[in-house]
């Protein structure tokens, strides 16, 4: 676990205080409030005012948004090095979904006003928010048009490759998705049932192309998925020459 006060360097990997030089760093971890998440905490709440903005030093956090029909949705899971919450503080409202512990975390977070006097006096931290927000708008663009436009199957195979570029490591029998994820929880990313999602895996594992486990997902043949999330063409069989007969 890391050490609860984060060295000012760690901040070098968020994106929001990228092109900051060491001095600025440290100025803004000693403005920072700093804690150990329990696995399971509520970080902050759907309708909860927005008045901090947090980051992510060690763990995985789950954003998560419930519709009036009482259905969740997972909008994104966040690893270490990314900010999480901010664009409802930028905007001055209020969060739009819950944000969960999915494991022991290390946070930061800065209040708004501690926020904005930082952006007047490093105008670099402003342009990346911006850069930040222009980035996740584009990212739900892309998902509203999978949910939109795109079969169950395919929402899926997009699903579990984003995960993988995200949070993927290279293990013996492919590529990793490194925290835990349940069935219900890719359901929940993609918009449809935790029924429909049990039948295209085990179909999938069938085919070799993943490994299920307690909570696991090993991607097993990534360009398998890829085929089948771009609706490629699927690759021929090799023909099989008859043996001559004796």
Same mark, same amino acid.
């Given at each position: 676990?890391?050490?609860?006060?984060?060295?000012?360097?760690?901040?070098?990997?968020?994106?929001?205080?990228?092109?900051?030089?060491?001095?600025?760093?440290?100025?803004?971890?000693?403005?920072a409030h700093t804690r150990r998440i329990e696995k399971g905490t509520t970080i902050f709440s759907q309708g909860d005012r927005a008045g901090l903005c947090h980051a992510?030093?060690?763990?995985?956090?789950?954003?998560?948004?419930?519709?009036?029909?009482?259905?969740?949705?997972?909008?994104?899971?966040?690893?270490?090095?990314?900010?999480?919450?901010?664009?409802?503080?930028?905007?001055?409202?209020?969060?739009?979904?819950?944000?969960?512990?999915?494991?022991?975390?290390?946070?930061?977070?800065?209040?708004?006003?501690?926020?904005? @006097?930082?952006? +007047? $006096?490093?105008?670099?931290? /402003? *342009?990346?928010? %911006?850069?930040?927000?222009?980035? =996740?708008?584009?990212?739900?663009?892309?998902?509203?048009?999978?949910?939109?436009? @795109?079969?169950? +199957? $395919?929402?899926?195979?997009? /699903? *579990?490759?984003? %995960?993988?570029?995200?949070?993927? =490591?290279?293990?013996?029998?492919?590529?990793?998705?490194?925290?835990?994820?349940?069935?219900?929880?890719?359901?929940?990313?993609?918009?449809?049932?935790?029924?429909?999602?049990?039948?295209?895996?085990?179909?999938?594992?069938?085919?070799?192309?993943?490994?299920?486990?307690?909570?696991?997902?090993?991607?097993?043949?990534?360009?398998?998925?890829?085929?089948?999330?771009?609706?490629?063409?699927k690759p021929a069989k090799p023909e099989v020459t008859p043996k001559p007969e004796k």
């Amino acid at each position: 676990m890391t050490p609860l006060a984060p060295d000012p360097a760690t901040l070098r990997g968020l994106r929001l205080f990228s092109g900051l030089d060491a001095a600025a760093l440290a100025e803004i971890v000693r403005s920072a409030h700093t804690r150990r998440i329990e696995k399971g905490t509520t970080i902050f709440s759907q309708g909860d005012r927005a008045g901090l903005c947090h980051a992510l030093i060690d763990g995985r956090v789950k954003i998560v948004q419930t519709g009036a029909d009482g259905q969740q949705l997972v909008v994104r899971y966040i690893g270490a090095g990314e900010m999480f919450g901010t664009a409802a503080v930028f905007s001055g409202g209020i969060y739009p979904a819950d944000a969960l512990a999915m494991v022991d975390c290390v946070g930061v977070h800065w209040t708004a006003a501690t926020m904005g @006097e930082l952006m +007047e $006096r490093y105008p670099r931290i /402003a *342009l990346n928010a %911006l850069d930040i927000v222009g980035r =996740r708008l584009q990212e739900v663009q892309t998902r509203l048009r999978e949910l939109s436009t @795109e079969r169950v +199957e $395919r929402r899926v195979a997009h /699903a *579990l490759l984003r %995960l993988a570029r995200q949070a993927g =490591r290279r293990v013996g029998s492919g590529i990793e998705i490194d925290f835990p994820l349940s069935r219900q929880d890719i359901a929940e990313m993609t918009g449809t049932t935790l029924h429909t999602v049990s039948r295209i895996l085990s179909g999938w594992e069938g085919q070799g192309i993943v490994e299920g486990g307690r909570q696991q997902v090993t991607i097993r043949q990534p360009h398998a998925l890829v085929v089948i999330a771009e609706d490629l063409p699927k690759p021929a069989k090799p023909e099989v020459t008859p043996k001559p007969e004796k």
